[in-house]
């Protein structure tokens, strides 16, 4: 089971009532944090969230309204007593900011460990997640994120019987370790396993231009969140001048994901977008899954025979 | 007339519903915020106030709880079009603190000043207010801040007659200006200006123990606004050890003070302090005049002849 809340949906400053974009996510006691603005942590404080469990913050780019938050959470993290090492993954230039910031939160009780993407896109696993960034279009280097909980297949007693597998390493073996026997032989979790099953999909895209990466990493995902800054027809050239995407576009993005998205959660709305549902009749005509995100919209997504 | 309004009264770390203790003031188009923290823009937000108009930001110290906010609000200065220099004042290494916090907000249509604190007790003229810094103790250098607005003495047309002064200079004298007449002789503003009368006042501290400096700062204030962390009667040991003070210590400050303060607002609550009000029995029975701050909480000083 993967938890899924998206703590703001707002872009460029926080507003009352209208947190920073940012994306929590929850699985098997470990949370990730795709961005962390200015409030995020009352962001997360207002949906119930604690602070300890977050093991990874995912950073798309350096602008103000998506770090900014940084400082406060770790310190946060520091009172709920979290002793853990802390990765943050972001783009090149990643240690500087987080040291510029670190200036009024030097000491912290746990070890903060910086990965830096080089590649247009890198995988990382992490906790049970395996995570994709991927390069998008923006005004500065910025980067999209798949986030996978991978699904081995299904034990098989019958195959592992036929290997003459003794009973004491079937369960290690499920669990996908391999194991050297007393005697030498050699099991391998292949052995005992089915083919792999169908995992869960998380895909997340804000500050970019809609280029056709976004769509390849979108497809398959139970959950596309996307940015749509603007929803006026006459935002377009806007929306292309500062490289961000409307809602419209950020539709064709799902529609032309194949397979398609499940569903798709616009967000990172423009200060000047007072409702950003009066267009959503509009953008379902593109992609009829879509949904006008909204602060603290959350979903719990299950593995397909698991009970929700 | 000086405005002033409490933005936040939370201490340590922003809270649903709370924002982190922070002061603005306004005085002849001229405002003035005393620390920002994380989520400061979105209280101005909040009662109204616009960014533009900030000429001066004084930082107590460089806690994270004070100083978070500052990259966000010089961001949204920028957005409200400001060219005019920015001044930040605050103690020893602002100049470091602020070009750490600057690398998310490193281009700004307007040039910043940092003034850093070298004496125990130093004052700046800026815009109308007359700003006196002055140490206090924490575990970190802080200072407290009083905020005058100086008045003049009246203008007396007698003296400027007897004084033999020609009618055209009698408004830039009053005005403060010193004239040189076209036949040499120097007029001065007290040639014509009757004693100076009471001006306003306002005073500021938190993050404190209750040290003497405060209330001789305190003294004749109109508004002492100060740290009241802790109202539990068990938590005096704690507020000691952390280098903060009770609401009663406060109170004892502003009794203390000769003459003292017409009101205190007590701020910077600890996350733990759910009700501050139902302490303020036990806390009037030391100083009347307090009481306890709340975000947005403001008031209007008039000079003692104006119209309120």
Request: charged letters at 25%; aromatic letters at 8%; glycine letters at 10%.
């Amino acid at each position: 089971m993967l938890d899924v809340c998206l703590l703001g949906t707002g872009g460029m400053m926080p507003l009352p009532g209208r947190w920073l974009t940012s994306l929590l996510t929850r699985f098997n006691g470990s949370s990730l944090l795709i961005d962390c603005g200015e409030g995020t942590q009352i962001a997360m404080k207002e949906q119930g969230h604690t602070f300890k469990a977050i093991d990874t913050i995912c950073f798309t780019h350096f602008h103000a309204d998506h770090i900014s938050g940084l400082p406060g959470i770790l310190l946060a993290m520091a009172n709920s007593e979290r002793t853990e090492p802390l990765v943050l993954i972001g783009p090149k230039g990643l240690e500087r900011v987080v040291s510029g910031l670190r200036v009024i939160a030097p000491e912290l009780p746990f070890p903060v460990q910086c990965i830096e993407l080089k590649d247009r896109e890198q995988v990382i696993e992490r906790k049970g997640y395996r995570i994709t960034a991927f390069r998008v279009q923006h005004n500065m280097v910025c980067y999209g994120y798949s986030l996978e909980i991978l699904r081995a297949g299904k034990f098989d007693a019958e195959r592992a019987k036929a290997a003459g597998i003794p009973l004491k390493y079937w369960n290690p073996l499920q669990k996908g370790n391999v194991i050297e026997a007393e005697d030498g032989r050699m099991f391998t979790p292949d052995m005992v396993l089915g083919g792999a099953r169908k995992g869960l999909k998380v895909t997340y895209c804000t500050d970019s231009r809609p280029v056709s990466q976004i769509s390849a990493h979108a497809s398959g995902s139970d959950l596309f969140i996307c940015e749509g800054m603007y929803g006026e027809p006459d935002k377009e050239e806007k929306a292309r001048e500062h490289k961000h995407m409307t809602m419209y576009e950020a539709a064709h993005l799902a529609a032309a994901a194949d397979p398609q998205p499940q569903e798709l959660w616009l967000t990172h709305y423009s200060p000047s977008m007072v409702y950003p549902k009066q267009y959503m009749d509009e953008v379902r005509k593109i992609f009829p899954g879509a949904l006008a995100g909204k602060d603290g919209r959350k979903v719990e997504l299950n593995f397909q025979d698991e009970e929700s």
